[in-house]
T-cell receptor, first 113, second 110 residues
Framework: DQQVKQNSPSLSVQEGRISILNCDYT??????FLWYKKYPAEGPTFLISISSIKDKNEDGRFTVFLNKSAKHLSLHIVPSQPGDSAVYFC????????????WGLGTSLAVNP | NAGVTQTPKFQVLKTGQSMTLQCAQDMNHNSMYWYRQDPGMGLRLIYY???????DKGEVPNGYNVSRLNKREFSLRLESAAPSQTSVYFCAIQGFYEQYFGPGTRLTVT
């Protein structure tokens, strides 16, 4: 049973436009959410996170929105750049699980010049 | 990936051979993890270690063993490799909320 779901396996956007990557979760115990970026032949790298007590966190071109009532979060990248082309993983954790991360399956983003 | 190193980067094994994947960290974190990544399957947890001397099974532990002999190192052993273990293996360490990953080991079992 997938507790963290990324329902879009892939996404293609034009350079300069907004990229929106979505993530849904089922476990109401999750209190921290993270986004990771992964390039081919490299390990995942932490991108941005949000606590469940917030509904928005922004870091430069990257913003994460959390809608707890809908159990939904999204990552916005504005403006998108070709170097953003990568696989993006959504992950969640809670203290009762020793902060182990529960992962989505990833969304492959292609930003076209 | 600074702070987490993995060796080797690539390995080809024949079915039935054994090998150990090494992971080391220089960030003095307690928890360490081994994942495998397969196309369309995301990151699946094999084993983890919450502290030196302790290990626990993750989602897909069958066919693997681990060893956490000290705080710095966490190794993953395949005793008798199978083609189903062809994958990319990542080691990670736990910060307060985030995990930090090594560069990975690409393993092919023929």
């Amino acid at each position: 049973d997938q507790q963290v779901k990324q329902n879009s396996p892939s996404l293609s956007v034009q350079e300069g436009r907004i990229s929106i990557l979505n993530c849904d979760y089922t476990n109401s115990m999750f209190d921290y959410f993270l986004w990771y970026k992964k390039y081919p032949a490299e390990g995942p790298t932490f991108l941005i996170s949000i606590s469940s007590i917030k509904d928005k966190n922004e870091d430069g071109r990257f913003t994460v929105f959390l809608n707890k009532s809908a159990k939904h979060l999204s990552l916005h990248i504005v403006p998108s750049q070709p170097g953003d082309s990568a696989v993006y993983f959504c992950a969640a954790s809670f203290s009762g699980n020793n902060r182990k991360l529960i992962w989505g399956l990833g969304t492959s983003l292609a930003v076209n010049p | 990936n600074a702070g987490v190193t993995q060796t080797p980067k690539f390995q080809v094994l024949k079915t039935g051979q054994s090998m150990t994947l090494q992971c080391a960290q220089d960030m003095n974190h307690n928890s360490m993890y081994w994942y495998r990544q397969d196309p369309g399957m995301g990151l699946r947890l094999i084993y983890y270690s919450a502290s030196e001397g302790t290990t626990d099974k993750g989602e897909v532990p069958n066919g693997y063993n681990v060893s956490r002999l000290n705080k710095r190192e966490f190794s993953l052993r395949l005793e008798s490799a199978a083609p189903s273990q062809t994958s990319v293996y990542f080691c990670a360490i736990q910060g307060f909320y985030e995990q930090y990953f090594g560069p990975g080991t690409r393993l092919t079992v023929t």
